[in-house]
Each structure stands twice: as structure tokens, then as C-alpha cells.
């Protein structure tokens, strides 16, 4: 018995078209923002204590300024590759400028002076991780798409 295969006459919507900035340019333009309007272009100024909290051990838990911008970062990362999984054609774009942020955390890092702190090399080693995981899962997923016989 021989089987109909029938064609859908629409078009098939596509997921995932929507262009969406690196997520870890808000915690760059957070730092320099930061850095020069309220601490006046100097890094040391991340260590600064927001608050404390008490915990049960009875020692007070004190959150810095830095660490409240690096678990920024994290949670933007962790978002990143989740966008990473997507294979729609912006996505190609998205890593490119994945690269070019990076690439401006570098160049900011090596030459200006206000970034000279582990907060702000933290942030650029989270944009290389995003870089690179993006990368990563792109070529991975292409290669499952493409199989040789």
C-alpha cells in the first residue's frame, strides 16, 4: 500500500527570529556607569560594603558593591547560553557581537586604568565563556542537523 505524503500550504512560522543585544553588555555599561559617576574612575571603590546580612552562624554575611555586579553577570550569562541553544539565523549575529563585546572588555581591560580590578576581569572572562559557549553549541547542534550517510 503506498503512502500520501501531503505538503502544508502555509509557511512553517519560524522559532526563535528575534534579535536580542549580548545580555553582558548591561553589566559593562553597569560597571563604567558605576566606576566613573560614583566612584570617580576608581576600581578600588568595588569593595565598598552595600550591606551585611546576619546569618545563622552568627557572623554577619557583607555584600560588596563588585559582588552584586559579578552575580549580575552570572545570571546574564547564564541566560546567554540559554540563547545560544537557539538556531535562528540572528543568531549568528548575536555571536559576532558576543565576540565584539569581548573584544571590547580586552581593550578596555589592557588600557584604561578604571578597569583594572577583578571585578571588571571577572565580567570579561564571563564574556569569553559566553563567546566561546556560544560558539561551542552552535557548531554542536549544526553538526546533529548534518548527517553524513
Known amino acids: ?26 553589566p559593562f555599561l553597569a560597571y563604567n556607569l558605576v566606576v566613573y559617576l560614583f566612584f570617580g574612575g576608581n576600581p578600588i571603590n568595588w ?3 552595600l550591606f551585611s546580612l546576619p546569618m545563622p552562624s552568627g557572623m554577619p554575611w557583607a555584600i560588596t558593591a563588585g559582588d552584586l ?8 550569562l547564564f541566560f546567554e547560553v540559554l540563547k545560544s541553544t537557539q ?3 540572528s543568531s549568528i549575529i548575536e555571536h559576532m557581537l558576543s565576540m565584539l563585546l569581548f573584544v571590547v572588555f580586552l581593550v578596555e581591560f589592557l588600557l584604561v586604568g578604571a578597569a583594572s580590578s577583578s571585578v571588571f ?5 564571563m564574556s569569553l565563556i559566553d563567546v566561546v559557549a556560544g560558539f561551542t553549541v552552535s ?10 550517510t
Open 1 to 26: 500500500m503506498a503512502e500520501t505524503v501531503v505538503l502544508p500550504t502555509h509557511p512553517v512560522p519560524r522559532r526563535g527570529n528575534s534579535f536580542i543585544v549580548p545580555l553582558l553588555v548591561f
Open 87 to 89: 538556531t535562528a539565523r
Open 47 to 49: 569593595g565598598a560594603g
Open 69 to 76: 555586579l559579578l552575580v549580575i553577570g552570572i545570571i546574564m
Open 121 to 125: 576581569f571577572l565580567l570579561m572572562v
Open 139 to 148: 557548531i554542536t547542534s549544526a553538526s546533529r542537523d548534518v548527517s553524513m
